[in-house]
């Protein structure tokens, strides 16, 4: 078991920064998909779509990290406002395909970009080597929460 004195004091300053930030840069997450008239959930599900195709509600609940009975609240929704649709199953009787429509599609990527260009604002006060820095950064701790946490 390890103690307090085990961690530099350079990693207790990062670990707060990190908790300091994340509620603030979710803030301007919500804020940015307001004005984009989104929000984080239904971006990340569009972009689930966009990335791997039709996916059934498991798929989506496993690349999402969430309950699958939080997909299906985000489905239906999605669903009401004719942006995904269901399809049965092409080998599973008991299971629906999601797929985005041509108007989930067009929704996500003007939500995304106006996402991306309303954050690029809050991420271009760093100087190019501190972007490239943040970046390495942020790989390595992903590689390393990935291989912790088998993303």
């Known amino acids: 078991m390890s103690n307090e004195s085990d961690h530099p004091d350079d990693l207790h300053e990062l670990i707060t920064l990190f908790e300091r930030f994340g509620p603030l840069y979710a803030r301007a997450v919500h804020d940015s998909l307001r004005d984009a008239d989104s929000t984080p959930s239904r971006l990340r599900l569009l972009g689930v779509l966009d990335a791997q ?3 059934t509600m498991q798929a989506l609940a496993d ?30 009787r008991r299971a629906k395909t999601i797929a985005a429509t041509k108007a989930g599609e067009a929704a996500f990527r003007n939500s995304r970009e106006s996402h991306l260009s309303r954050l690029a604002e809050v991420f271009a006060v760093l100087s190019a080597p501190q972007r490239a820095a943040l970046i390495d950064g942020h790989r390595t701790l992903l590689a390393e929460l990935k291989a912790r946490y088998r993303e």
Do not use: I, K, W
């Open 53 to 55: 195709g039709p996916s």
């Open 63 to 92: 690349a999402l990290c969430v309950a699958p009975r939080t997909v299906t609240t985000l489905v239906d929704g999605l669903e009401a406002e004719s942006l995904v649709e269901r399809t049965p199953h092409p080998t599973d």
